[in-house]
């Protein structure tokens, strides 16, 4: 039988108490940064957007100074000893679309390559829901879910992720299509100021409602029917 004196600490405790697992809104704001990762995520571009139209600043000009920002974030995280990740992530969403805009010489061709990774993912998430694969429901047992597809044998969750994964692709094509058309009706030598607002616009306001719409659905069902096991 083991004693324990008073005022002394015991040390015979376990220590392994397991620490709740965070939703899947936590974590998929860990994902994107809280709300400062997708402030500066959105940054560089906003950069790129206000350079561009500056009356004397040429297109060179205006790509180097955004990649500087990204650049100027990542270190600014680095010396505070915090995660450069999304900062990193930013660099190279923009450098790709830098690089082409800098080969072409068009302000416009900046912004392609996010245009087409959005359809991408649009026609992704339709083509998954006919073979009951839905994205939404992989991406949910992967950050709610620690990787479990319970869901998968549970016709009401399948249904649930299918209708889901079409109103994020309804979403996802709807800006494509927007963009597109703001695209093919932008001259080469404009500025593509238009384009730079509708991506800022169309960015992730669109997304942080479908998050919240997402959970609340997932939720709502789940709630309705007990037997369901999914993690919320």
Not at 8 to 24: G, H, K, N
Not at 76 to 89: D, G, P, Q, S, Y
Request: no cysteine; net charge positive; aromatic share 10%.
């Amino acid at each position: 039988m083991t004693t324990h004196e008073p005022g002394v600490a015991r040390t015979d405790q376990v220590d392994d108490v397991e620490e709740p697992i965070p939703t899947f809104s936590e974590q998929l704001a860990g994902q994107l940064g809280g709300a400062r990762g997708v402030i500066e995520s959105g940054i560089p571009v906003a950069i790129f957007v206000i350079v561009n139209v500056l009356p004397g600043v040429s297109l060179n000009l205006a790509l180097i100074v955004a990649a500087a920002s990204a650049v100027l974030i990542a270190v600014f995280r680095l010396l505070r000893k915090e995660t450069i990740r999304h900062a990193v992530n930013g660099l190279f969403g923009i450098a790709i679309g830098a690089i082409i805009a800098w080969k072409t010489g068009s302000a416009k061709d900046f912004y392609l390559p996010g245009i087409l990774i959005s359809l991408a993912y649009g026609l992704a998430m339709l083509a998954s829901v006919p073979f009951k694969k839905p994205l939404v429901g992989w991406v949910w047992s992967l950050l709610a879910a620690g990787g479990r597809r319970d869901w998968q044998d549970q016709p009401k969750l399948v249904r649930l992720f299918s209708r889901l994964t079409i109103v994020w692709a309804a979403v996802y094509l709807i800006k494509t299509l927007i963009q597109a058309w703001m695209f093919s009706t932008t001259s080469a030598d404009d500025p593509a100021t238009a384009l730079g607002i509708t991506k800022l616009v169309l960015g992730y306001p669109p997304y942080a409602l479908l998050l919240a719409y997402t959970v609340w659905s997932v939720r709502r069902t789940m709630a309705r029917d007990p037997s369901l096991r999914v993690a919320a």
